[in-house]
C-alpha cells in the first residue's frame, strides 16, 4: 500500500468501516510510513475536538422551550387569523363545495357534538371539572372556539336551563343568517335550525350514555365547590395558577389537568363564580386550539320555549338517528368500512374530524356529479353519520392505548397491510385492523414498525 | 423508542403535535452547532435554534418529502441565521471572543467557536454529514440511509470536510499568532 490509498481509506479505519484485509494493510503501512502516522494523529486529533465540541452543544435542552414556543406561536396565530377573519373554516369549506345544506348541517353537528360532548358524556375524571358547572338552574355564556382552521371568526352564543337542555347559535361573519342548535339530553333530541333557510335537522340520540345523576345535570352555580375544593388541593389534577387579572378583575386561575384535555378556570375574586372558562379542544378535532367561555351569567330568567325541540312550523323537516354511546371497536371497523364503501376503496388520511371533514368535502361533490346532480340521499347521510360516529373511537382510548393509524394510501382488502392498532385496557397484547378489516390480537414486538 | 424521521413528521401532520419533540431531541443538538458557529455566540444559537424548530414545525405541511427533514430543516435554520445576523454585529463580536479565547491557556472544547464557525463555512454538503456525525451522534451507516447516500460517500465526504476544517483551523491559529505578535 502506498501513501495515497492509506490516506483514501485512513476515514474508513477510524471509523472502523473497513475490512479484515484493509485494516491490516493499514497498519502496516502505518508501521512504515511516519507522515501517514502523523496524518492519522492529526486526523483523530480533529475528532476529538470535534467530539469534545458535540458533547458539549449537545447538553443543551432545548425541548421544552420550543414546545412553549409552538403553543405561543399557534395562539399568536390564531389570534392574527382571527383579527383577519381568515382561517380556513369547516364552515366556509363546506359551503364552497357545492353540496346540499343538509350535508352541511350532518357535519357541524357532528363537529359541533365532538365539541361540546363533555358536557353530556363526562369522562370520570372530567366530571369533577363539570360537575360544578352542572349546578346552576339556567345559565347564558357567550363561546368561542380559537382553533386554528377549524372555526371561521364569529360568535356562539350559549344558553343553558336544567335538566339537561341547551340552546347555542352559532353566527359566523361571512356566513348569511345563523344557526341554532337545540338539544334535549333529556329527551335525547338535537335540533337544528338554519331559519334564514326554513330547515330543520332533528337529530334523534340513541344509547345515550345514562349516569347516576342525570336528572341533576345543572350547569354552573356550583363551581363555587369545585373552586373552594381544588384550593384546599385535595385533588392532583388541579392547580392553583395564583391571582390573575382579567380585564380589571381580581380573579382566582386554575388549571384542571386530565390526559386528553385541560381546562382553566378564572374565577371572580369575590362571588367566587366563573367568569372565564378556557378548555382544550381534544386531539381527535385535528386542531389545536381552545374552546373560551366569557360573559357567563347565572340563574337568568328563561323562557322554557327557547329551549323546544319541536321543529318550527313552516320549516322542511330532516331526521336522522344518531347513536351518542361510546364508539366500540366493532363500530370503529364498520366506520371504515361505510368510509371505504363511499370512496371505492380508500382509507381516510388520518383520523381527525378536521381531515374527515376535508375528505367529505371533496367526496360529497362527486358523489352528487356521479349520482346525475343529485345530492347524497337521506339514506347517505345517515350512512356518513354512523361512519364519522365509528371513526372517533381512538378519541375516547386512554392515553396509554398507544394507538397508531397507518391506514393512509392502503385499499380495502390489503389483508398484509394492518391500518390500526392499540392496546386495549389492561391487555397484554394488541388489537390490530388490517385492510381487509380483520381484527387480530398481536403481541407488541410483532407489531408493525 | 426511535423511529425515523418520516414517521415522526406523519405524526405530526396527522394531529399528534406532541410528537415534534422528538424531532426536537434528536436535531437540537446539531442545530446549536450549526447556528453557534454562525453566530458566534452560544445564546443566540440557542435563541435561533428555538425559532428554527418552530418555523419547521408550522411549515412542515410545505415539506414535500417527510425523509428530509433534516436538509430542510438545516434549510430554514441557515435563514435564520441570517436574519439574526442582519441585526447583529456578529463579525465584531466573534472577532472579540477569539481574542478572549485565545488568552486561555488550555483550549476549551466546550466553548470553541473556532472550530464551531469552522464547521459553519463549509459548503453545505460536508457541513451537513459532520453535523450529522459529532453533534446529532450519528454512525456513517445511518448517515448513509439518512442522506441516500452508499457509505462510501459518507467517509469520502467526512475525509474531505476534516482537510478543509483543518485548513480553516490552522489559518485562524495563523491569524491569532499574527496578532499576539
Keep these: 500500500m502506498n501513501c495515497a490509498e492509506c490516506k483514501e481509506l485512513l476515514v474508513g479505519y477510524v471509523e472502523g468501516l473497513l475490512e479484515a484485509s484493509e485494516k491490516q494493510a493499514i497498519e502496516q503501512h502505518l508501521k512504515d510510513c511516519r507522515r501517514c502516522r502523523e496524518e492519522i494523529e492529526q486526523l483523530e486529533g480533529l475528532q476529538q475536538r470535534l467530539a469534545a465540541n458535540g458533547d458539549a452543544v449537545g447538553r443543551s435542552d432545548l425541548e421544552e422551550k420550543v414546545m412553549n414556543g409552538i403553543i405561543r406561536e399557534q395562539k399568536r396565530r390564531l389570534r392574527a387569523a382571527e383579527k383577519a377573519g381568515k382561517g380556513l373554516a369547516l364552515r366556509r369549506l363546506i359551503t364552497k363545495s357545492p353540496i346540499s345544506k343538509l350535508a352541511a348541517a350532518a357535519i357541524i353537528v357532528v363537529a359541533a357534538f365532538v365539541l361540546v360532548g363533555p358536557f353530556f358524556s363526562p369522562p370520570p375524571a372530567f366530571a369533577k371539572i363539570v360537575e360544578p358547572l352542572l349546578k346552576a338552574r339556567t345559565a347564558i355564556f357567550k363561546m368561542i372556539v380559537e382553533a386554528d382552521g377549524l372555526a371561521p371568526k364569529g360568535a356562539i352564543e350559549g344558553m343553558f336551563m336544567h335538566p339537561g337542555r341547551m340552546r347555542m347559535t352559532f353566527k359566523f361573519d361571512q356566513m348569511p343568517g345563523e344557526s341554532v342548535h337545540i338539544s334535549d339530553y333529556e329527551k335525547g333530541k338535537l335540533l337544528v335550525l338554519t331559519p334564514h333557510e326554513n330547515k330543520a335537522v332533528v337529530l334523534e340520540m340513541q344509547n345515550r350514555p345514562q349516569t347516576a345523576n342525570m336528572k341533576e345535570i345543572n350547569l354552573f352555580a356550583e363551581i363555587r365547590d369545585f373552586i373552594r375544593r381544588a384550593r384546599e388541593d385535595q385533588d392532583e389534577s388541579v392547580k392553583y395558577l395564583g391571582k390573575k387579572q382579567l380585564d380589571g378583575v381580581t380573579t382566582f386561575c386554575y388549571r384542571v389537568t386530565h390526559p386528553k384535555r385541560e381546562m382553566t378556570v378564572w374565577a371572580h375574586h369575590k362571588s367566587l363564580l366563573p367568569v372565564r372558562v378556557e378548555f382544550s379542544i381534544p386531539a381527535i378535532v385535528g386542531a389545536g386550539g381552545t374552546v373560551v367561555m366569557t360573559d357567563i351569567e347565572f340563574n337568568v330568567d328563561l323562557d322554557e320555549e327557547l329551549f323546544s325541540t319541536e321543529p318550527p312550523e313552516g320549516y322542511t323537516l330532516q331526521t336522522m338517528t344518531m347513536d351518542t354511546s361510546q364508539p366500540t371497536e366493532a363500530d370503529f371497523v364498520e366506520g371504515l368500512r361505510i368510509w371505504t364503501e363511499f370512496t371505492k376503496g380508500q382509507y381516510p388520511a388520518a383520523l381527525n374530524v378536521r381531515r374527515l371533514a376535508e375528505d367529505l368535502g371533496r367526496l360529497l361533490p362527486k358523489m352528487r356529479k356521479e349520482q346525475g346532480g343529485v345530492g347524497p340521499s337521506d339514506e347517505q347521510l345517515q350512512k356518513f353519520t354512523t361512519a364519522t360516529r365509528g371513526l372517533m373511537f381512538p378519541a375516547q382510548l386512554d392515553a396509554d392505548s398507544d394507538w397508531h393509524y397507518a391506514g393512509k394510501d392502503v385499499k380495502y382488502g390489503r389483508a398484509d397491510k394492518p391500518i390500526f392498532w392499540y392496546r386495549p385496557k389492561d391487555s397484554a397484547t394488541y388489537r390490530v385492523v388490517y385492510g381487509d378489516l380483520s381484527v387480530k390480537d398481536v403481541a407488541p414486538e410483532d407489531l408493525p414498525k | ?181
Design chain 2, 1 to 181: 423508542m426511535t423511529e425515523n424521521d418520516t414517521y415522526y413528521v406523519e405524526r405530526c401532520l396527522d394531529g399528534h403535535p406532541d410528537d415534534f419533540r422528538h424531532l426536537v431531541r434528536r436535531y437540537q443538538g446539531v442545530l446549536m452547532a450549526n447556528l453557534a458557529g454562525k453566530l458566534g455566540d452560544r445564546e443566540k444559537a440557542e435563541e435561533a435554534a428555538q425559532e428554527t424548530l418552530v418555523r419547521a414545525y408550522f411549515n412542515m405541511g410545505k415539506l414535500n418529502k417527510p425523509g428530509s427533514f433534516f436538509s430542510w430543516m438545516l434549510g430554514i435554520a441557515d435563514n435564520v441565521a441570517k436574519e439574526h445576523q442582519r441585526k447583529e454585529h456578529v463579525r465584531i463580536k466573534r472577532e472579540m471572543i477569539r481574542s478572549f479565547s485565545s488568552e486561555a491557556d488550555t483550549p476549551d472544547f466546550s466553548h470553541d467557536y473556532g472550530l464551531e464557525a469552522a464547521v459553519a463555512e463549509l459548503p453545505d454538503a460536508y457541513r451537513k454529514v459532520i453535523l450529522l456525525r459529532y453533534y446529532g451522534r450519528q454512525s456513517c451507516t445511518t448517515i448513509a440511509e439518512q442522506l441516500d447516500m452508499p457509505i462510501g460517500t459518507v467517509t469520502k465526504t467526512l475525509s474531505r470536510a476534516y482537510a478543509m476544517l483543518r485548513e480553516t483551523l490552522n489559518k485562524q491559529e495563523q491569524t491569532q499568532v499574527n496578532e499576539v505578535q
